[in-house]
């Protein structure tokens, strides 16, 4: 008897969990269930693909059964984002259906389905393709999408310019990235974006440090350090204020510089973030040699080339093998002083040439996928051909069969005609005929009644003269 109840609990505890946990998405707008549908992903993601399955399954099932459409969409979704990342099943497969899933929210004009599943196949291409081309070319898409939303309505919105415009950083497209990161700070913080919105003040104030615009970085530096939801002891307010640090060094300004640049390195090495911390060492390390802390340069520039091969960062030895090189210069050791500013050159040529192989990576997949479209031109020209082809030949026999047709009942009306003309020909002479017959039938009737007055002599030459004309 405890078995069957056990039994019964554990099912009816099956049947009404999945439900109960999807009440809180149903019959929403985006912008009401985003946290919830961000924990359902953060929650999901981990399972199994058979239970990714089963948890599709159940919420589709819970979103038609209650009607709300944009419910069975976030399921198909959910497991479209689950396939395509854990690389289930062909890589056309995964594409098709986060595709169909975009089409039908345009079609169906849910506008957060659409946008989320063109920012799927961008973040697919992107990170886990690397193929940058086709990465781009979804992010114009996902560009063209978000003109038609704002915040209110779409809460990822500073997320996905973030997005955007990180593309660009990265192959140093600065204005453009600036563009993007702009569009993020027209949007009101909040405690759900602000993390979008300080990443985008921050890297607007990297941008600028590259077009060598300080007083540009400066101002968007300190606006990102001047976010109310971060503290003074925070990682990204240390960020930020090193990189005004940087500025402040690089314009000279060392005494103000050092304080910054010393506390982002304390910050860094908590967090545990070396590559930060190496990216502070080196000017402040720079900063000791002309105060003359030869000694404390040093230790400094030790630690930063051991943080820099502990972080695997080696684009910072472009800016720390300079400063080595000038510290043994001031204390005369000028062999190796060379012998640094050689492996300087090194360390730019080989982040300039990681750069052009990415540019020429870019520029590659750009051919490729060209030369993709052009054979898919070509295919579909083809396939055009063919079908014109083959529809002309069916309008040649269907004009072939008409003709034919044509002839034929033509022929058919001649042999009509001909027919008709002989049965009238056939009738009339059939007409005359009985005409004759009876003609010749009156006058042998007018003969028999002659025959009665026969023996009248006075009739006689009339008889004979009747009988000649019937003969």
């Known amino acids: 008897m405890k078995l069957r109840k056990f ?11 999945c439900p109960a946990q999807f009440e809180d998405l149903l019959h929403k707008k985006y912008s009401d269930k985003v946290k919830e549908i961000n924990n359902f992903y953060k929650e999901n993601m981990p399972l199994s693909y058979p239970e990714a399955q089963k948890k599709s399954i159940a919420l589709k099932s819970f979103a038609q059964k209650n009607k709300d459409l944009s419910l069975e969409l976030e399921a198909e979704i959910y497991l479209a984002y ?35 599943a063109v920012k799927v196949l961008r973040d697919y291409y992107w990170y886990d393709k690397k193929n940058y081309e086709i990465g781009f070319e979804y992010g114009l898409k996902l560009d063209r999408i978000l003109k038609k939303t704002n915040a209110r309505n779409f809460p990822d919105l500073a997320e996905y310019y973030c997005i955007i415009g990180s593309g660009y950083y990265l192959f140093r497209d600065y204005h453009t990235s600036i563009k993007y990161y702009k569009k993020v700070l027209e949007i009101s913080p909040n405690r759900f974006n602000w993390k979008s919105l300080w990443s985008a003040a921050n890297t607007l104030g990297l941008c600028y440090q590259k077009i060598n615009k300080p007083d540009s970085s400066n101002y968007y530096l300190q606006k990102a350090a001047a976010s109310p939801f971060i503290s003074k002891n925070s990682i ?6 090193g990189n005004i640090g940087y500025n402040l060094y690089r314009s000279g300004k060392f005494l103000e510089a050092e304080p910054l640049l010393k506390n982002d390195i304390s910050n860094a090495e908590k967090e545990e973030d070396y590559g930060l911390a ?67 050159i090194i360390a730019t040529n080989n982040n300039n040439n990681t750069f052009s192989g990415l540019m020429i990576l870019r520029v590659q997949q750009k051919i490729d996928r060209q030369k993709l479209e052009e054979e898919e031109k070509n295919r579909k020209i083809k396939t055009n051909l063919f079908f014109i082809f083959l529809a002309l030949i069916c309008v040649f026999a269907i004009l072939y069969y008409f003709y034919q047709k044509k002839i034929y009942n033509e022929k058919n009306k001649t042999k009509e005609a001909e027919l008709k003309f002989s049965l009238e020909k056939l009738e009339n002479a059939k007409q005359e005929i009985n005409n004759f017959l009876k003609e010749i039938e009156n006058k042998n ?10 023996n009248s002599a006075q009739n006689s030459a009339a008889i004979e003269e009747i009988k000649r004309s019937v003969i």
Not at 309 to 327: A, F, N, T
Not at 445 to 453: N, P, S
């Open 236 to 241: 990204q307010y240390t960020i930020s204020m």
């Open 278 to 344: 190496a990216g502070s060492m080196i000017p402040l390390a720079d900063i000791y040699i002309y105060q003359g802390k030869i000694n404390e340069a040093g230790n400094l520039l030790k630690k930063s080339e051991a943080y820099i091969l502990r972080s695997g960062q080696k684009e910072r030895y472009e800016k720390l093998y300079p400063v080595i090189s000038h510290w043994y210069e001031i204390q005369g050791m000028k062999t190796v002083a060379i012998q640094y500013k050689d492996s300087a």
């Open 82 to 116: 689950y396939c395509i990342f854990r690389h289930i099943g062909s890589e056309k497969e995964q594409v098709d259906r986060v595709l169909k899933i975009a089409e039908r929210g345009k079609k169906e004009k849910i506008f957060d389905i659409e946008a989320r």
């Open 445 to 454: 009737r007018l003969i028999g009644q002659l025959q009665y007055i026969e």
């Open 7 to 17: 039994f019964l609990a554990f099912f009816l505890f099956v049947a009404f969990s």
